[in-house]
């Protein structure tokens, strides 16, 4: 191929898909390499090339929002700690400094930097995981500030020309409570840039660049001319929402106004609750997160996501709020609010915007977290995140027990049991929970759970929506609320770490989604399908869609039906 | 194994059924195309067979084997044409095969769609009973229970039943238990036991693989009857033999016990083609492209042989994107498909981006240049308007095309968007959809840990052959092969398949903690298994090939790796042997090892094949060819150059007069019947001894 003076828009449609192709093979060696099913089975990660001077230019499709939009913005940090003229080739750049990427001590970012065969420096890969642990109090919203939460590794070298930086390894080594995986996805997100970065330089070669920036430059600009346009298309003006989550010590209210200017969007998080006591704070970054992602989704989810899909948009939220918290506070549980800000956003733009949004979901993954003993007094620790039903859309019924807006992946539950001493005695559908619409809120799900060891074991709990329902947009109604039981008959609380001695089991009842438009306006067939499924009841069809379903024959009595319907 | 002479290799088609016969005592091939008949494709096949029978002169007893490939199971699924299904599982669990991993496969769509299962939530019935992780039973299967579970399905008249229980791959007791409940107090019923169709951990692939098993079996019960009966009719006494999608052959009985095997039976045909081709050429490694009128298709043959994975998603529901199908655990010759082919369509999109597929035109209304109504421009349209397609030759002049709508669709819907002509456009269309291909070719390549620039292309189906080149010079191969008798490959691939089948145990746990004892017997087990399917078929005991695989992967890794074990029966002895593979393998795949980290196993397989059949592909052309290369030319035409930005007139070659031996240089057009060679550059073309062109650089 000549030369690539001017990229037209066909060129750069290729160089464009290869590069997606690059840094899907980051992300694909990330996943096979991992030693956890946090990063191999849940996807719990990010990938993504950036040019020299820490534009994200693109990202895998694999992978989590809060991660990949962190990550965008995270670069510049440690650009500002070890500029690129300090770089060589070799060195391997890590943190977890929660301010300044995912939000908690638990991501670990590693940023490697790219060079060319002559030494020069072409750009930089980087990676996001969820770590196992990362020693503290473990993963849980009752720490009282950051150091209570694990180690805080600040942006330092992990590799120096090559070198692996033994002391920080062993460092992080010495402060986890299952080191081997730790350590182990460490080195899988270094391999993941190196594979990353040995494609780049491939392509790079093969399309005779010799540097990213006219590609990068030429990508960004049309993504952000085509969010702007995006944007444009919205009528001028202030769009408020509020929402409330249960929270810890209090409830916690989230209040954002979308101010729309020509083709600029500012988005207000104040009048949102002050920060937290305990480990549920969002910073700043993560608050950027998934506020651009939420906006991204309804006004342009066919733009790529990079820098300049970012720029029309302004994220601010006063500091010292539950959105903006400063270190020291705690914030290992930031992604409970975080997954609920794209429901206050959408909740703002359904009037304006009611075919481009879904209703407000179960909103946080149920992040599970067991622990205990084992016969021989080591510590057995696992994670694996679950989670409740989304949204209904104008347009069809909201998905059951599916992760939104959090973009990861369950784990089978054969694969929780051969893993570690755990029992899973159901998961299914919680019948009723979707919220009722012309079209229905997704469904969540039941789940017990308990030990088999023979051991007391600790649980923690990250959850929400015990209090405040998924809404439903366009008279659609909420979905259920969520309920957590023990196998005593205790109701507990949605957060906070609790001991329960060896044959406890838990009962989750995860949330339901909203639904769409008035449930009187649900075509009554469909409602009888959902009866005859189970997934709504025969007293929820009538009390709730206003449908008599005869309850031998599950058939509508439709004249029972009009009836009841006037 | 008898001495008849005579093997059928039968492929039905969307438009054409293709029968194939080779005579190995004559050396020759007769090959008949009959139109597929939809609604009961044997009648079809009848006819084609009665057809070679004829004109080889053979009565149907000289027919030593029938193989045949459908792609019936596939329809099947994406027509949920199946039977009335239920399943039954353990409590708790039935809503696995829906929630899946509750993940979405579009992160910024929220419109997307979910696959849905194969049985709808009334039918998914559990059972009070466990196994535990270790294949502890913690609760026995209660015969009443399933008594019940049969009342009910016979009072809404269901009688096909999955049997998919927790933990049943490591230990099937409990399954196997309501499975022979089943066959005594229901022999009507049709049952799958997930613990024999997929025995592997994660129970949303193992449940979604055993009801799209048991779905499609008396659908594909009654059409293998049917085929058999018509095949008897023309009095052929020999089995008939199925192609599985691992490109192996197995036995009508197996078809019918495990279809699911069979979803990819067609391309797996081709791919396998390929690898005959390339062993013969003396190419152990090729990269097999398939370009269709929806799909494109790539495939890596290394050192003669397509790569078996064990994932494969069926029926995709939303813009063919990964996750939105159903997913099936079964071997399938590893290869990627993408929505590129002859009838994708090309658009503007928000960023003002060429973009290309994956919708496709289909063939109704089809490309702009059918003339059936199509207004949105098309790859081929493009191909049309670039002079690589003759609009007087399509199909060998059965269609003709509109050049002039064509025009005016790229100029309308492509070119006055990006501020270009016409063929500039199509110019663009040719190029985008080429380097998509590519890219999935070369995604596919690397993910194998590959080098794709390292691999000969080798073209087929209808549009690959005009595609090829191009694809080709973009993965920089070192040459593209397109072989004679593109039209009936998948019959070839059927003709040279060794009959093979797989088997799979889980048995999984640290090196330092298996059971070697217990693995032993598992192996043995499974080739006992193998060998009697192979020795009922007729194959000798020294004939047959075992090939033992171990899953593997570093300890807490959740990715396993396969290793092939060599010649040895896994043991505690062979343990060390059994580590440095692994090691290599990893080595290979990730660049570094981490060597000390203790080893785990996930499943253990064995792969026990038959030796494969020759086919003399050089009889596969029965034309006489021209005495030169002049004289095999029929004309000349103008097409797109992209060094010179514009047309020129270049030759235009008959395929079929073509004889080894000849050369000639590009730029130049080579037709067929059902596809065109295009070489747009001053490659060189040579024809080699089977007649295949080969073109490389000049």
Known sequence: ?566 | MSNRPVRVGVDIGGTFTDVLLFDADQRRFVIDKVLTTPDEPSLAVGDGVEAVLSAGEHEGRDVDRVIHGTTLVTNALIERRGSPTALITTRGFRDAVQMGREHRYDLYDIFLEMPEPLVRRRWRLELDERTAADGTVLKNVDPDDVAALVEELRGAGIDAVGVALLHSYRNPENEQRVGEILAEIAPEMTVSLSSSVAPEIREYERVSTTLANVYVRPVIDRYLALLSDVLREQGIEAELLIMLSSGGICTVETARSYPIRLVESGPAAGALAASRYGNELGLSDLLSFDMGGTTAKACLIDNGEPTISTEFEVSRVYRFKKGSGLPVKVPVIEMIEIGAGGGSIASIDSLGLLKVGPQSAGSDPGPVCYGRGGIQPTVTDADLLLGYLDPDFFLGGSMALDLSQTRQAIQHEVADHLGIDAIEAAWGIHKVVNENMANAARVHAVEQGKDPRAYPVFAFGGAGPVHAWGVAQILNAPEVIVPIGAGVLSTVGFLSAPLAFDFVRSLNGLLDDIDWQELQRLVLEMEDEGRQILSDAGIPEDQMIFTRVAELRYAGQGHEISVDLGPDRPSRETRADIEARFDAEYRRLFQRSAPGNPIEAVNWRVLVSGPAPTVPLELLSTVEPAASVEQAQKGTREIYLPQEKGFREVPVFDRYRLGPGMSFAGPAIIEERESTAVVNTEALIEIDRLRNLRISDN
């Open chain 1, 1 to 566: 191929m000549s030369k690539t003076t001017k990229l037209d828009p066909i060129t750069l449609e290729i160089l464009w898909n290869r590069l997606i192709a690059v840094v899907n093979e980051q992300a694909a060696a990330l996943m096979r390499t991992s030693f956890t099913t946090i990063v191999r089975e849940s996807g719990d990660l990010s990938a993504g090339v950036f040019d020299t001077r820490g534009n994200m230019i693109a990202q895998a499709v694999t992978g989590t929002p809060g991660h990949i939009n962190a990550m965008a913005t995270c670069i510049h940090y440690f650009l500002a700690e070890y500029p690129a003229d300090t770089l060589q080739p070799g060195d391997v750049l890590i943190t977890n400094d929660p301010q300044k990427t995912s939000g908690h001590l638990h991501d670990f970012t590693v940023i490697t930097p790219i060079f060319s065969g002559d030494g020069l420096l072409v750009g930089f890969f980087g990676n996001t995981c969820h770590a196992l642990d990362i020693g503290g109090r473990g993963m849980g919203t009752d720490a009282r500030s950051v150091y209570e939460e694990g180690l805080f590794v600040p942006i330092t070298r992990l590799y120096m020309a090559g070198e692996e930086n033994r002391e920080l390894f062993k460092l992080i080594a010495a402060n986890c409570r299952a080191p081997e995986p730790v350590i182990g996805d460490i080195h899988a997100q270094v391999v993941a840039n190196d594979v990353g970065g040995q494609y780049l330089l491939q392509f790079m070669e093969e399309f005779e660049l010799e540097t990213l920036e006219p590609l990068a430059d030429e990508i960004i600009s049309r993504s952000e001319n085509a969010m702007r346009e995006a944007i444009a298309k919205l009528p001028d003006g202030d769009y408020s929402n509020e929402v409330f989550s249960d929270g810890y010590e209090a409830p916690v209210k989230l209040a954002v106004t979308i101010r729309k200017r020509g083709d600029e969007l500012e988005v207000d998080w104040a009048g949102s609750s002050p920060e937290s006591g305990y480990g549920i704070n969002v910073v700043l970054n993560y608050t950027h997160a998934y506020t651009t992602y939420a906006l991204k989704c309804a006004l342009a989810p066919e733009v790529p996501n990079n820098e300049g899909s970012f720029r029309p948009v302004r994220v601010v939220a006063p500091e010292r709020s539950i959105l903006n918290a400063q270190h020291p506070a705690p914030v290992c549980g930031r992604h409970i609010l975080g997954h609920f800000l794209p429901g206050a956003i959408f909740g703002a733009l359904a009037e304006a915007l009611p075919e481009r949004v879904l209703a407000e979901g179960a909103a946080n993954i149920w992040s599970m977290q067991l622990s205990g003993k084992q016969d021989d007094g080591s510590l057995w620790t696992y994670v694996w995140f679950s989670t409740g039903g989304t949204g209904a859309r104008p347009t069809t019924d909201g998905i059951s027990s599916t992760a939104f807006p959090s973009g990861i992946s369950g784990v089978p539950a054969e694969v929780i049991e051969s893993l570690a001493p755990i029992h899973i005695f159901k998961r299914e559908y919680r019948t009723d929970s979707g919220g009722p619409g012309k079209f229905r809120g997704g469904l969540g799900q039941t789940m017990d759970v308990g030990v088999t060891n023979g051991h007391p074991w600790t649980f923690s709990a990250l959850f929400d929506r015990t209090r405040y329902p998924a809404a439903g947009y366009a008279g659609g109604e909420p979905g259920a609320l969520a309920h957590i039981e023990l196998s005593d008959g205790t109701v507990i609380d949605q957060k906070g770490m609790r001991e329960f001695p060896p044959d406890m089991r838990i009962s989750l009842g995860l949330p339901g989604g909203g639904g769409f438009f008035s449930p009187a306006e649900r075509d009554p067939e469909a409602v009888a399908e959902d009866v005859v499924d189970g997934l709504v009841s025969v007293e929820a069809a009538r009390d709730r869609y206003g449908v008599v379903i005869d309850p031998k024959t599950l058939e509508v009595d439709t004249d029972a039906t009009a009836k009841l319907r006037e």
